[in-house]
T-cell receptor
Framework: GDSVTQMEGPVTLSEEAFLTINCTYTATGYPSLFWYVQYPGEGLQLLLKATKADDKGSNKGFEATYRKETTSFHLEKGSVQVSDSAVYFCALRYNQGGKLIFGQGTELSVKP | GAVVSQHPSWVICKSGTSVKIECRSLDFQATTMFWYRQFPKQSLMLMATSNEGSKATYEQGVEKDKFLINHASLTLSTLTVTSAHPEDSSFYIC??????????????FGSGTQLSVL
């Protein structure tokens, strides 16, 4: 079946460091891929998405590229801030109204 | 922006008791609500999907008689864990779906409920 695997956290970085959170997926078809972020005490929010192979999603300095050949959707940011401390979830979904399949989440902690 | 209010944010209960978790869409009407749970170090897993006024659709392996979902209005869905046991201890999250603009769907999530059953 379809699944999403993320690197284990927590990830601890200093401010302005480069961030990569790995995400790989297993899919029987051609899903859209998503990154969600959950800040402390808040609900998950969509951070970025990509709907087909080679698409790059980007938002707030974060980027992820849909790589079909490596079945990956790694999240990157060139320079993290303390305010980026949160839990990040990678997910896939085939269509609107359909089921979101999530990874286990990766906690990021950015120190000043 | 649109907000989904979920409460309680955490609850501790004794084995055998029932616990109700509420999920409200505060400034929009949700066509569909989703309920997820997450065990430690595991993925967020969909439990069920519910549409207002109709019975919820449960994912395989989720006991519908144990996890009662009520979606009586377009702004409120509840999940009741009946006769809770320690193995039901988990993090539960709701999500509300709304169709905006040209049939585009937006999803909004509650902040989650940590359930601990003693």
């Amino acid at each position: 079946g379809d699944s999403v695997t993320q690197m284990e956290g927590p990830v601890t970085l200093s401010e302005e460091a480069f961030l990569t959170i790995n995400c790989t997926y297993t899919a029987t078809g051609y899903p859209s891929l998503f990154w969600y972020v959950q800040y402390p005490g808040e609900g998950l929010q969509l951070l970025l998405k990509a709907t087909k192979a080679d698409d790059k999603g980007s938002n707030k300095g974060f980027e992820a590229t849909y790589r079909k050949e490596t079945t990956s959707f790694h999240l990157e940011k060139g320079s993290v801030q303390v305010s980026d401390s949160a839990v990040y979830f990678c997910a896939l979904r085939y269509n609107q109204g359909g089921k979101l399949i999530f990874g286990q989440g990766t906690e990021l902690s950015v120190k000043p | 922006g649109a907000v989904v209010s979920q409460h309680p944010s955490w609850v501790i209960c004794k084995s055998g008791t029932s616990v109700k978790i509420e999920c409200r869409s505060l400034d929009f009407q949700a066509t569909t609500m989703f309920w997820y749970r997450q065990f430690p170090k595991q993925s967020l897993m969909l439990m069920a999907t519910s549409n207002e006024g109709s019975k919820a659709t449960y994912e395989q392996g989720v006991e519908k008689d144990k996890f009662l979902i009520n979606h009586a209005s377009l702004t409120l869905s509840t999940l009741t864990v009946t006769s809770a046991h320690p193995e039901d201890s988990s993090f539960y999250i709701c999500s509300a779906s709304v169709i905006v603009g040209r049939g585009y769907e937006k999803l909004f999530f509650g902040s989650g409920t940590q359930l601990s059953v003693l």
